[in-house]
């Protein structure tokens, strides 16, 4: 019998929420404003959805994913990302349509699954937060997606980032970087890990990617895939490095930099923090072009780009710069009732002040006097409404601004014809 929750998720409890809802809230904002619209796709797809896109040998595909055969025999998985249930949404639902606008803009927020080896900064069960943008070659479309990461994470008040850029072409220029450093690496295969000697012939970039110490001094002098560009590949980098100088956007470039998925092309980037917050996991938000990928799927030839951040990592990384998350912590009324006669009083009186438009809570224990008004104090209510049995025979209610403690008497009419009069009056009272 297991009561825990799984190896690798969390439960993200209400004390922490708000700092859930502050970042997500900051990405819906600024996202509208540079005209992305948000997609939800579902949380499973058909296996081929993501071994197709993401490739059959990247780790996520090899050993990461969380897949079953459900009732129907059908061969599911668990999404470990976003981009691909999104390719397979924007052909399925034909959003290249003249009916759409172009480039074709959208973002998406929520959990994703990899079966990974959980510690610091990394889940089983985490959240992406990202974006995708169909349709646009331009390379401003390449600068301006980077410049709105980094405005993202510029408004949660989080300094200290770093973007690191690359590119990896277009399929000439990997055609002739891959035999280049297959010729490079087939020497030191003997030296290579385990790992990298099976991807020197599967798909000899990713050995680029390796944790190893010694792949890593290996790899140190391979030939950079910068040096094989194709006319247009390189073309296409220049703009990119000329748009992030013309918004004076500081960048580096990491020619071994190649990235976990298959399905990039050209620009590719990654904003690292570099703080010990993240522990070894430095990347926050990664990202790049995929102009090959929406054809792979059967689609019209489309170019795309996008990106994905994990949220837990940048949550680590607001409370470690102690950033402050603006919350509502005050409510504006109490009602403090005393005996059981006025419960049912009490129950219509919170519900009209919530009707009118205002936040209310009220004592279910049916504690004392004091202890109700304890609690008052901690909810940081504005007002106090004060119901005992004499009361309600009268029909009053007595209303105590907790700030000023003065306190008036009300018809308890007033309450359910117009509390916001009751409200104006007793907080004016505080001035
Ligand atoms: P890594 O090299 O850290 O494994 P990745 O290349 O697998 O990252 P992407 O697939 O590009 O990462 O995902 C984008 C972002 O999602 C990462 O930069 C990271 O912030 C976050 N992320 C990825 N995997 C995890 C995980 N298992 N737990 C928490 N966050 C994750
Ligand atoms: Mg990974």
Redesign the pocket.
């Known amino acids: 019998m297991n009561y825990q929750r799984p190896k690798?998720t969390n439960d993200i409890l209400p004390t922490d929420s708000p700092k859930w809802q502050f970042v997500e809230e900051t990405a819906r904002l600024l996202f509208g404003d540079y005209q992305f619209s948000e997609i939800r796709t579902p949380m499973f797809e058909h296996i081929e959805v993501i071994s197709r896109s993401v490739g059959d040998t990247s780790?996520?595909v090899t050993k990461e994913m969380y897949d079953f055969h459900d009732k129907g025999d059908r061969h599911i998985t668990l999404r470990?990302?976003g981009t691909a249930p999104i390719v397979r949404s924007f052909i399925e639902n034909k959003l290249y349509g003249p009916e759409f606008p172009k480039p074709y803009k959208v973002y998406y927020m929520g959990p994703?699954f990899?079966y990974?080896r959980p510690q610091k900064?990394?889940?089983?069960q985490?959240h992406?937060i990202?974006v995708e943008v169909f349709g646009s070659k331009n390379p401003a479309t390449d600068v301006e997606t980077m410049a709105m990461a980094l405005d993202f994470f510029d408004q949660l008040g989080i300094k200290g980032l770093r973007l690191v850029i690359n590119s990896l072409g277009d399929q000439e220029t990997r055609q002739a970087y891959r035999q280049a450093l297959i010729d490079y690496l087939v020497p030191f295969e003997e030296e290579l890990s385990a790992d990298s000697k099976r991807r020197l012939h599967e798909n000899p970039l990713r050995v680029l990617d390796s944790k190893d110490k010694k792949d890593k001094v290996i790899v140190a002098d391979a030939p950079q895939i910068l040096d094989y560009l194709s006319e247009e590949a390189r073309h296409h980098f220049e703009q990119v490095t000329a748009m992030l100088d013309a918004l004076e956007i500081k960048y580096e470039i990491d020619s071994n930099m190649v990235?976990?998925?298959d399905y990039y092309t050209h620009t590719i980037f990654?904003i690292m923090c570099d703080s010990k917050t993240l522990g070894t996991?430095s990347?926050?938000?990664?990202?790049g072009r995929y102009d090959n990928l929406i054809e792979e799927f059967g689609g019209e030839p489309t170019p795309g780009f996008g990106?994905?951040?994990?949220v837990?990592?940048v949550l680590m990384i607001l409370d470690a710069e102690g950033a402050a998350i603006p919350t509502v912590d005050t409510i504006d009324a109490y009602v403090v009732h005393l005996g059981e006669e006025t419960n049912i009083e009490a129950l219509k009186v919170v519900q009209a002040i919530r009707q009118a438009g205002y936040s209310a809570d009220r004592d279910y224990m049916g504690r004392k006097a004091k202890a109700q008004f304890k609690s008052a104090d901690k909810a940081k209510a504005k007002l106090v409404l004060t119901l005992g049995e004499s009361e309600l025979e009268a029909g009053v209610i007595k209303v105590k601004n907790m700030a000023t403690r003065t306190e008036v008497e009300y018809a308890l009419e007033t309450v359910y014809t117009d509390f916001n009069q009751i409200f104006d009056e007793m907080s004016q009272s505080a001035e």
């Open positions: 690798g780790d996520i470990p990302e994703m990899r990974e900064g990394r889940l089983r985490f992406q990202g990235r976990g998925l990654e996991q990347t926050v938000c990664a990202g990106f994905g951040m994990g837990e990592r």
